[in-house]
């Protein structure tokens, strides 16, 4: 036991205490749209304090290129994912419109653009 | 040392655990598809941590290919799924 094996420990720990907290607002949040927030930024950080946690205990091995390329592969696909849900669910109305501080979108609608990727 | 990761072990049990709830009770397929993917991604963390402890470099693939399938079917669902229609809707008011 030395000072990396300690680091990756606490790098896995914290990134464990992220996935709960992303499970508990999963489950806990009233809407959509505020459960794609709980599940999309504390889960992605949490993955990657822990592939970070197991880089340094597997250190010096070829794998570890894997486990980059898998946070890689996370950081760039789940704002894809995240705009995909969040727009579908505002389309469908599948919010609470009373937890909006702001509506863009809406704005958007009233000026004659359209605020989206075009059509679906 | 062991008991670090058997707190990580316990916390990733129960974060899955309690995303399976939502990904049962819904109430919209939107809310299915992101406890869906909330759940791949713990699972993904508890292959990290089992190689983190275990050293075992055979499972760090399985890692990689988790990352493209979840990201594959996500989108594909989010595509092609069925809207949901006023029925559901209207069950989901009652909830």
Redesign the interface.
């Given at each position: 036991?030395n000072a990396s094996?300690i680091v990756?420990?606490v790098l896995?720990?914290g990134?464990?205490?992220l996935?709960?907290t992303?499970?508990?607002g999963?489950?806990r949040f009233p809407d959509?749209l505020t459960?794609?927030h709980a599940?999309t930024k504390p889960?992605?950080l949490?993955?990657l304090l822990?592939?970070a946690?197991?880089a340094i205990?597997?250190r010096g091995?070829?794998?570890?290129g894997?486990?980059i390329?898998?946070g890689l592969?996370?950081l760039i696909?789940a704002p894809?994912?995240a705009n995909?849900?969040g727009q579908?669910?505002y389309r469908?109305q599948?919010i609470r419109d009373d937890l909006l501080t702001r509506d863009e979108m809406h704005e958007f609608a009233e000026s004659g653009e359209t605020g989206g990727n075009g059509p679906? | 040392m062991t008991i670090v990761w058997v707190i990580a072990a316990v916390m990733l049990s129960a974060a899955a655990l309690i995303t399976m709830f939502r990904l049962l009770a819904g109430p919209s397929t939107l809310d299915r598809l992101v406890a869906l993917d909330t759940l791949v991604a713990v699972t993904m963390c508890s292959i990290g941590t089992w190689a983190a402890f275990s050293l075992d470099t055979t499972v760090t693939y399985g890692l990689t290919a988790l990352a493209l399938i979840s990201f594959v079917g996500s989108v594909s669902v989010a595509r092609f799924r069925v809207p949901d229609t006023d029925k559901s809707r209207a069950a989901r008011r009652l909830r």
């Open positions: 036991m094996d990756a420990a896995v720990l990134g464990s205490t996935a709960l992303a499970a508990i999963v489950v959509t459960r794609m599940a889960q992605v949490g993955l822990v592939l946690g197991a205990r597997l091995n070829v794998d570890v894997m486990i390329l898998t592969f996370t696909t894809v994912v995909r849900v579908l669910a469908e599948n679906n | -």
